[in-house]
């Protein structure tokens, strides 16, 4: 009821059915993308395959491992009669695919084709032909192979940009090998972190084993992701799947198209979470960035100047909102390429110039060998409000812990303990103060307000870290 100037009314009825939205129709959309999405099967040699088990053994491991289930006895092999012979083909998997340019380039995903022998593609008029492999990249698990075909009915690819949470999804797929199958359901999250170099969207679409490679597709009858895993404790769909941002794949299989692999840059920094206590302690205000905890010897990062505690704040002019945006960013820049990064030191901002390198394979890191014994210098003990013994690093340490200065943890009890230190750090700043020596370091202390917290870098092995203290109980 409506009261003004005095006036009684009754305000117009609005009828339900104008509130409410209805459901949306896929039938349209099934008849656009449908005749786009194909169902891919894979065969491997026998030889080619470990001795430990039969083909089938082999492919229901890989699925228990893929979704993060524990694996089950599996009774052992088949007499000798029944199994297959040397050099013969065997079925291996069975997933999804979608054709991405009409002379017969399609989109899957790398772990559909891993190991694969021979790849068929099956299209819905139910033509089938061999595929060969262009490439494939397991750190985005995108895939791209073709098959000699022509006029075939490609997809549209749609801005991801635009998709926003809540929005209704589809997608089409093999799921258990049933060949066309529609599942639909809304996005529940984008940028949802999983992987490095993957922010993936998350969605409700019913996603199970045979969707992998698969589109995800908007109301607008674009293909925005590609389906790549879900999270399960059963094995089966529990209302989360993880996409492939179509604009990730992309720029992923363009490189694979024209050069069969994938290049990215890299500066040579191992990184981490900036804490929000950190971030207060340091005065850079709110969490964001990237912690340095080390930097490689001879790397791209060090002939910059970047050092073991910078926190990395932008990256050619783009914000680092949490640690796993760097290695996206750096790793979709052309090795080469001149960039800035910015970093925060000591209470400061600076831009630093670096030339981005090529990623490399993961190497295995060599051990040290020990060194010889040395007497332990005479410990301060002028930190002890803080619970801390430290000592003059010897030549061998500070080779060891690769630093030109600092100052090594004898003792770390109370406070100091409590905030993590223990023997054999080494700390290299204290109250944003860089500290080479014993003496440089008891000056710092000094002046410090011994009732506040305090800031520590510190190095343990090869990580750099922060460490606030908090004197008192």
Same mark, same amino acid.
């Given at each position: /009821? ?18 409410? !939205? ?13 005749? #786009?999405?194909?169902?891919?099967? $894979? ?6 395959? =470990? *001795? ?32 297959? *012979? ?9 997933? #999804? ?38 490439? =494939?990249?397991?750190? $985005? ?28 999804? /589809? ?16 996005? =529940? ?42 999270? &399960? !404790? ?6 989360? #799947?993880? &996409? ?21 840059? !890299?500066?040579?920094? *191992?990184?981490? *979470?900036?804490? @929000? ?5 340091? +005065? ?47 790793? =979709? ?44 210098? @005479?410990?301060? $003990? ?21 630093? @030109?200065? +600092? ?25 944003? $103060?860089?500290?080479? #020596? ?8 000094? @002046? ?26």
């Amino acid at each position: /009821m409506l009261i003004a100037s005095g006036v009684v009314g009754f305000a117009p009825v609005t009828p339900a059915l104008a509130q409410t !939205r209805t459901l949306p129709d896929f039938t349209d959309l099934v008849d656009q993308v449908g005749p #786009s999405v194909v169902n891919i099967r $894979t065969l491997e040699k026998v030889a080619a395959r =470990s *001795q430990q088990g039969t083909p089938g053994e082999e492919e229901m491991l890989e699925f228990f491992k893929r979704f993060g289930l524990p694996i089950p006895n599996i009774p052992r092999q088949a007499p000798r009669q029944n199994r297959p *012979q040397p050099d013969e083909e065997q079925p291996r998997g069975v997933g #999804s695919g979608f054709i991405l340019t009409s002379d017969g380039v399609i989109m899957t995903n790398a772990h559909v084709v891993e190991g694969a022998d021979e790849v068929l593609v099956t299209l819905t008029d139910k033509r089938e032909f061999k595929a060969r492999i262009i490439g =494939s990249d397991k750190r $985005t698990d995108v895939a791209v192979v073709k098959i000699d075909a022509s006029g075939l009915p490609a997809v549209k690819v749609g801005d991801v940009s635009r998709l926003r949470v809540g929005e209704w999804v /589809m997608a089409i797929g093999s799921p258990f090998g049933l060949e066309n199958t529609v599942t639909a359901g809304i996005v =529940s999250a984008k940028q949802r972190d999983t992987g490095d170099y993957l922010p993936f969207i998350q969605t409700d679409v019913a996603i199970n084993p045979g969707n992998s490679g698969g589109p995800l597709i908007n109301m607008r009858g674009e293909v925005v992701g590609i389906n790549s895993q879900i999270y &399960s !404790r059963s094995g089966g769909f529990m209302g989360i #799947s993880f &996409s492939i941002p179509m604009d990730e794949a992309v720029r992923v299989s363009d490189q694979l198209r024209n050069a069969g692999r994938v290049t990215r840059g !890299r500066i040579g920094v *191992q990184i981490d *979470q900036v804490s @929000k206590e950190v971030a207060e302690s340091i +005065g850079l205000g709110k969490p964001v960035g990237a912690l340095v905890r080390a930097v490689e010897a001879g790397s791209p990062a060090e002939k910059a100047g970047v050092e073991a505690g910078d926190i990395i704040t932008k990256f050619d002019g783009k914000a680092i909102e949490k640690s796993s945006d760097l290695p996206r960013l750096v790793g =979709s820049t052309k090795p080469g390429t001149k960039s800035v990064v910015t970093v925060f030191r000591r209470g400061n901002s600076k831009d630093l110039s670096v030339v981005i390198a090529e990623i490399e394979p993961d190497t295995a890191v060599a051990s040290k060998a020990p060194g010889r014994a040395e007497t332990k210098p @005479k410990a301060s $003990t002028a930190a002890q409000v803080y619970g801390l013994a430290v000592s003059e690093l010897t030549d061998a340490q500070k080779k060891e812990a690769s630093v @030109k200065g +600092g100052v090594r943890v004898e003792a770390a009890v109370e406070a100091a303990g409590r905030a993590g230190l223990r023997e054999g750090d080494v700390i290299t700043q204290l109250a944003n $103060t860089e500290v080479a #020596s014993v003496k440089e370091f008891d000056a710092v202390v000094a @002046k410090l307000d011994k009732s506040k917290p305090v800031n520590v870098l510190f190095r343990r092995g090869e990580w750099t870290q922060y460490a606030v203290i908090r004197p008192g109980k």
